[in-house]
């Protein structure tokens, strides 16, 4: 059996993003490259990789075994990179992190902050939900982290650098704006916009209103921060997100924070890695500027 690296690569990029499509996206080939070279890994080992029912693709067991093993290929490969990067020194390399879509506020700052100093490093962010990133965490296919709560249910080293606290959102013409010290029971009477399933931010506040033994109204479901300030600016309800999303609209009186007792929900920012990750250079490099420089990109409001 003749396999080459490139084809288990793309074997595995398919088998991890479950699409051929989503695989040639990732590795810039075209659809029909990508399906021709799993055509002919299944020619040499002489059974089917993938089962297609519909419109999705499952792996068969033979499948299967191969992601098993080409996964283990590609982290040494990725392990080989990094330990020559290692040998080069901080100076170039590639860096890909997962941050929190509510972390993207000040994740963005931080990195075009760290490549000034650091032009030839190339990076890849993915900006996704704590589902997503647990996702990203259990494939172990990113360096780096940057989420709102560490997993329980994996080995990792995660470490916190910045406080997150959320806060509700109101209006500037709602009847609560304004008052001082509202007590939290108020809200039971209140209409909220909350994130998807799946998100940080919504477990936080559903696990707050449940110690508190408030029950707030759900209204509609949003999935980003952005759609539940406008949404929120618009009167459909009031909202509960993190303060590192709101400079702009406090700044122009579009929205207020209102003074509930008992928030803001505290929170904290980790960094984040699988334990046993061998971090190249430059993820190393990135991981301490977070650490010490993290909260004072970011002014607290
Ligand atoms: P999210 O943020 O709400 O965008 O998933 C992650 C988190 O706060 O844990």
């Known amino acids: 059996m003749h396999l080459t690296i490139r084809q288990l690569m793309v074997f595995e990029a398919v088998a991890r993003n479950n699409s051929f499509t989503r695989a040639a996206e990732e590795l810039h080939l075209t659809q029909p490259a990508v399906s021709m070279q799993i055509k002919q890994i299944?020619?040499?080992?002489?059974?089917?990789l993938f089962e297609h029912i519909g419109k999705k693709i499952f792996l068969t067991e033979a499948g299967r075994e191969m992601y098993h093993y080409s996964r283990s290929i590609t982290q040494t490969l990725s392990e080989i990179e990094a330990v020559m990067e290692e040998l080069k020194g901080i100076k170039r390399g590639r860096l890909n992190i997962a941050v929190a879509s509510t972390a993207n506020y000040f994740a963005t700052h931080l990195l075009a902050s760290y490549f000034k100093h650091h032009e030839n490093i190339h990076y890849s962010l993915d900006v996704t939900n704590r589902e997503g990133l647990l996702r990203h965490l259990e494939l172990n296919d990113v360096d780096?982290?940057?989420?709102?709560?560490?997993?329980e249910e994996l080995d990792v080293v995660a470490e916190s650098f910045m406080e997150n606290p959320l806060v509700v959102i109101a209006p500037a013409a709602h009847e609560l704006c304004g008052q001082k010290n509202i007590p939290i029971e108020s809200l039971n009477r209140e209409t909220f916009i909350m994130r998807e399933r799946g998100s940080g931010t919504r477990i936080a506040i559903e696990r707050f209103f449940s110690e508190h033994g408030i029950e707030i109204s759900t209204g509609m479901e949003m999935s980003s921060n952005e759609a539940i300030k406008?949404?929120?600016g618009a009167g459909l309800g009031l909202g509960i997100v993190s303060v590192h999303t709101l400079a702009l609209e406090l700044e122009a009186g579009f929205l207020e924070v209102l003074d509930i007792d008992k928030f803001p929900i505290t929170r904290n920012w980790y960094v984040v890695h699988r334990k046993g990750k061998r971090l190249s250079p430059v993820s190393e490099g990135f991981r301490r500027f977070v650490l010490e420089q993290a909260p004072s990109i970011m002014k607290p409001l």
């Not at 780096?144 to 997993?151: D, K, Y």
């Open 144 to 151: 780096l982290v940057i989420m709102g709560q560490p997993p």
């Open 230 to 232: 406008q949404a929120v």
């Open 42 to 48: 299944e020619e040499t080992i002489g059974l089917p």
